[in-house]
């Protein structure tokens, strides 16, 4: 094996093997080190996305909607199933299969692109050194490669709750919580983020009575106020108890169900369930990687510190995705790993932090991109608010789809688009042409003379645009 190459990336998820092809592609010689292994002991590339988090994840929230629309919505449509029942280790198995699909598909990509994949975990050694440790059943010896720049993509694990130890029984984390055999029929979560509601909308979707435990008193605190109260109406209404204001502080359990104590504004209180989900976040990874021994700086939450460009205080050391400062999307960690790529070629790099799109898989869809009426309140910026309703939108009627909106917001001198957020049917799709618009800088006007098809749900785009300027035509 030659041990010597332009560029190692250290992790295969979607930062890592992206930066890996895009590094090959630019006649780098290429190496991406990944230990992950999946249920079955067998080594997987494709990282936390495509193993036990955007995919796997999407692969349910898709099962469990088919199985609400057949329950609750094909009537409506003069579609009788009655008797429809769910086979929840059928829909676990496809969601399974999904994920083998795609990481054989991610070691397909390496190969044509002549990534080498070194099976193991990596530690760093001084002077651009790796030490790789082979995992797996029979793990062979650990060897040394070289290279002229490290791209550390280790991404990140669940943040841990003290008073709620996940035991992978009857406590778990996101990814216990996808692969559950049977469907609790009380389901606690600890956490109203993203996660925490993604997960909570597929098992009471399949029958779980859920409980959503947030500590703060807002929900969704990121998002603009105007969706996020759309939002919670909506999902109370699918019958998610969401708790706010609710510190969760100990657990127990009986080895049957677990017992779930916390502070809420009614005092100390005590709820029992069949299973509890810790979703209370993620935390950068860098176990095992010997930070400290190399010398490479962490901010003070254990975040690798990184420049603009993903510098890391080691020379042609960088550093990409969850495990640095930033949203923890999977689409961040591919544009940086694009750009730190290019930058090693000695091309210019590219990722616009401003326009970085953010969708919740609910359903309706959450999705937004850019600033919010109240950060820009907070800024002091003056700005004008387009809003148009899914339940005017013609193509949203005729898919039973009404609930929901967007809602673009434009600097009032500039006209330019400055957040553009939305809830409603495929707002993940939607969102696409928002964040394309802001990418060029555009304005509503740039929207509002753009023809959109008929009849569409992009229309609601269109009419939001619109309504910067108060020329809405179907509201
Ligand atoms: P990761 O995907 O975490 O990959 C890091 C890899 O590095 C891992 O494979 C790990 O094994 C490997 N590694 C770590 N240390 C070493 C070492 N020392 N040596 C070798 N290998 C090592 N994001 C979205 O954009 N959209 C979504 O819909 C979405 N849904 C999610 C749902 C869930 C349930 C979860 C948990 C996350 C979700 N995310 C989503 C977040 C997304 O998964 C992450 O932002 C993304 O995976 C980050 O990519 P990454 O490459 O930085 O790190
Ligand atoms: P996210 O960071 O988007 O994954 O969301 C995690 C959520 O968990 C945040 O909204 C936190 O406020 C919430 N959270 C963190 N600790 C607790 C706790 N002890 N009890 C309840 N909610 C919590």
């Known amino acids: 094996m030659d041990n010597k190459y332009n560029v190692v990336v250290i992790g295969g998820g979607p930062g890592g093997y992206v930066a890996a092809i895009r590094a090959a592609q630019l006649g780098l010689t290429c190496a991406c080190i990944e230990g992950w292994l999946d249920p079955a002991g067998k080594p997987a590339l494709g990282g936390t996305c495509l193993n036990v988090g955007c995919i796997p994840s999407k692969a349910l929230l898709d099962s469990s909607h088919h199985y609400t629309f057949i329950r609750n919505e094909a009537a409506d449509h003069g579609i009788h199933v009655p008797g429809a029942t769910v086979d929840i280790n059928r829909m676990i198995g496809r969601k399974d299969r999904i994920v083998q699909t795609l990481t054989q598909g991610i070691a397909g990509l390496l190969r044509k692109n002549k990534v080498e994949w070194l099976q193991g975990r990596g530690r760093l050694l001084p002077d651009r050194r790796i030490e790789v440790m082979p995992t797996g059943a029979q793990p062979g010896e650990p060897y040394i490669v070289n290279a002229d720049h490290i791209i550390i993509a280790t991404g990140s694990v669940p943040t841990r709750l003290p008073p709620a130890p996940v035991d992978n029984e009857l406590i778990v984390d996101s990814t216990g919580a996808l692969c559950f055999r049977d469907v609790p029929r009380r389901l606690g979560i600890i956490g109203a983020g993203v996660i925490g509601i993604e997960l909570g909308s597929v098992w009471s979707r399949l029958g779980s009575k859920v409980v959503i435990l947030e500590a703060l008193d807002e929900f969704l605190a990121p998002v603009d106020r105007q969706i996020a109260a759309e939002a919670e109406k909506i999902l109370r209404k699918q019958g998610l108890d969401i708790q706010l204001g609710a510190k969760v502080t100990g657990t127990g359990s009986n080895n049957r169900e677990v017992f779930v104590t916390f502070d809420s504004p009614a005092g100390k209180q005590q709820v029992v369930f069949d299973k509890l989900i810790v979703a209370v976040g993620r935390r950068p990874n860098t176990e095992g990687l010997g930070a400290d021994e190399a010398g490479l700086k962490l901010d003070e939450r254990g975040f690798i510190q990184v420049d603009h460009d993903c510098r890391t205080n080691l020379p042609d050391v960088w550093a990409i995705g969850d495990v640095v400062r930033g949203p923890m999307l999977a689409h961040k960690a591919a544009e940086e790993g694009v750009a730190v790529a290019e930058r090693i070629a000695g091309r210019p790099g590219h990722v616009n932090y401003a326009a970085i799109p953010w969708v919740i898989y609910t359903w ?112």
């Open 364 to 475: 309706p869809e959450i999705a937004w991109v850019g600033k919010t009426e109240q950060e820009l309140k907070g800024e002091g910026v003056d700005f004008r608010v387009g809003l148009f309703p899914f339940a005017a939108s013609g193509r949203a009627r005729a898919m039973g789809e009404t609930g929901g909106m967007i809602k673009m917001i434009c600097g009032t001198e500039t006209d330019r688009i400055l957040g553009a957020h939305m809830i409603g049917p495929s707002a993940s799709e939607l969102i696409a042409e928002a964040v394309l618009a802001m990418e060029f800088e555009g304005s509503s006007t740039d929207i509002a003379l753009t023809i959109h098809a008929h009849p569409t749900l992009a229309e609601a785009t269109h009419e939001a645009a619109l309504g910067v300027s108060r020329r809405s035509l179907h509201i």
